[in-house]
């Protein structure tokens, strides 16, 4: 059985007595015996990624010959990964990746270990203020950033020049835009625009949803007419996608996880851009989309807490980041690599830190988030399907809102 990782540990891991602890687990025999269990995504072990993961922990192994480290690897990703661990902590991985959004979830379980002392101070100093909010619950980090999470605006070059993709309505003149009209995780980016807001600054869960009034009705009329508008196609099941291959659809909105696809239908055509802007009442409003982070967490229950802790800050290192992004082009967060002219020369780098830094809304994991997503789709479908119209706006708008502040929709 794994043992608990102890306050007085925890503290101790944070603070000036790790250089007496890391000294004191090599007995006079040599090397101390450690296995650490490490679960990721398949893509990061896999060959044809080039085994990123297994490459990272055997340059760890190297850095550290104090310790005789055996490594189990496990499959599990970044979302899923909250929901294993914290239903069964003890059998769980020591080191895993998780996404931001799954945070309350570990530590609701007691699952996830806090970073203090030398290991906070490293991550503040080489993640933007933004990132580490995304990890920090009661002022204290959870997880090492390895990436942004977020999602922005691809196009085709040869329709709408660099000038054009700072407006929707610009592009809207020139081509044809899809958007995921009906997918909860985008369509919020318009009414953060005009002002809506959830949860506060996303942690003040007693102030509610915010996405009512007067300023989400003119944003529910503006959807209508966006809706209706002949260049504007619904992005759902891939049609995106597919309409960008047939040349139908112009520009389309996701993330770093399209890229590759993207890169192989548009070529050297593929332009990459953070969120435009779009006119509301003869005024323009900035799109804000969601964002988060995944990152590199450790089991509270690991029976090797120093060496799990020095593992996870390694694997989101700017060296294991790098590597990440050459092997699987996993867009890096690390500030030192961000000012690399080589990779700040990326568009896709460009786009998306541009969009999780300026143009985006962190996304909220207090848990009364979870009764905001199924409102909102079903105002996109309720457009699409005609049944909220300008007659009804306003009306459709309260009622969205007073789901998102419910426990249900009634």
């Known amino acids: 059985m794994r043992k608990k990782l102890s306050a007085a540990l925890a503290v101790s891991l944070a603070g000036a007595t790790l250089a007496g602890l890391l000294t004191g687990c090599s007995g006079s025999g040599g090397a101390e015996s450690v296995r650490l269990m490490v679960w990721s995504p398949?893509?990061?072990?896999?060959?044809?990624?080039?085994?990123w993961l297994q490459t990272c922990c055997e340059k760890f192994a190297e850095m550290h010959p104090e310790w005789d480290i055996t490594f189990v690897y496990g499959v599990a990703d970044e979302a899923g990964a909250a929901g294993t661990v914290s239903q069964d902590a003890e059998a769980s991985a020591d080191v895993f990746m998780?996404?931001?959004?799954?945070?309350?979830?570990?530590?609701?379980?007691?699952?996830?270990?806090?970073?203090?002392?030398?290991?906070?101070?490293?991550?503040?100093?080489?993640?933007?203020e933004n990132l580490v909010d995304s990890l920090t619950l009661d002022d204290y980090v959870y997880g090492v950033p390895f990436t942004t999470n977020t999602w922005f605006m691809y196009y085709d070059?040869?329709?709408?020049?660099?000038?054009?993709?700072?407006?929707?309505?610009?592009?809207?003149?020139?081509?044809?835009?899809?958007?995921?009209?009906?997918?909860?995780w985008y369509l919020p980016a318009f009414y953060f625009?005009?002002?809506?807001?959830?949860?506060?600054?996303?942690?003040?869960?007693?102030?509610?949803?915010?996405?009512?009034?007067?300023?989400?009705?003119?944003?529910?009329?503006?959807?209508?007419?966006?809706?209706?508008?002949?260049?504007?196609?619904?992005?759902a099941d891939g049609s995106g996608m597919a309409g960008l291959r047939d040349g139908s659809i112009n520009a389309i909105f996701t993330g770093s996880w399209d890229a590759a696809s993207i890169q192989e239908i548009l070529g050297d055509n593929m332009g990459v851009a953070a969120l435009?802007?779009?006119?509301?009442?003869?005024?323009?409003?900035?799109?804000?989309?969601?964002?988060?982070?995944?990152?590199?967490?450790?089991?509270s229950n690991t029976e090797y807490p120093v060496q799990a802790v020095?593992?996870?800050i390694y694997l989101g290192s700017?060296?294991?980041?790098?590597?990440?992004?050459?092997?699987?082009?996993?867009?890096?967060?690390?500030?030192?690599?961000?000012?690399?002219?080589?990779?700040?020369?990326?568009?896709?780098v460009a786009a998306q830190n541009d969009?999780?830094?300026?143009?985006?809304?962190?996304?909220?994991?207090?848990?009364?988030?979870?009764?905001?997503?199924?409102?909102?789709?079903?105002?996109?479908?309720?457009?699409?399907?005609?049944?909220?119209?300008?007659?009804?706006?306003a009306e459709q708008t309260e009622a969205m809102n007073d789901a998102m502040n419910s426990d249900g929709i009634s």
């Not at 294991?320 to 867009?331: D, F, G, P, S, T």
């Open 310 to 312: 020095e593992l996870a």
């Open 193 to 235: 625009g005009n002002g809506c807001t959830l949860f506060g600054d996303g942690t003040q869960e007693e102030l509610g949803a915010n996405f009512g009034g007067e300023a989400g009705a003119e944003v529910t009329d503006y959807l209508i007419d966006l809706y209706n508008n002949p260049n504007f196609v619904v992005d």
């Open 276 to 299: 435009p802007t779009y006119t509301l009442n003869g005024e323009q409003k900035q799109m804000y989309a969601y964002a988060g982070s995944k990152a590199i967490g450790v089991n």
């Open 98 to 128: 998780f996404a931001n959004d799954t945070l309350t979830t570990l530590t609701d379980a007691g699952a996830l270990a806090k970073f203090g002392g030398k290991y906070a101070d490293e991550i503040r100093a080489t993640n933007s």
């Open 42 to 51: 398949s893509e990061d072990q896999s060959k044809d990624s080039g085994e």
């Open 355 to 393: 969009t999780f830094d300026r143009t985006s809304v962190l996304q909220p994991f207090v848990a009364a988030m979870s009764n905001c997503w199924t409102p909102v789709e079903n105002m996109g479908k309720g457009i699409r399907n005609g049944t909220i119209t300008h007659d009804n706006a």
């Open 318 to 348: 700017a060296e294991a980041q790098q590597l990440h992004y050459e092997l699987r082009n996993v867009i890096p967060c690390n500030t030192t690599l961000l000012a690399d002219p080589a990779i700040a020369g990326d568009p896709l």
């Open 157 to 184: 070059k040869s329709v709408f020049t660099e000038e054009d993709v700072k407006s929707l309505d610009a592009m809207l003149e020139k081509g044809v835009v899809s958007f995921p009209f009906t997918n909860s």
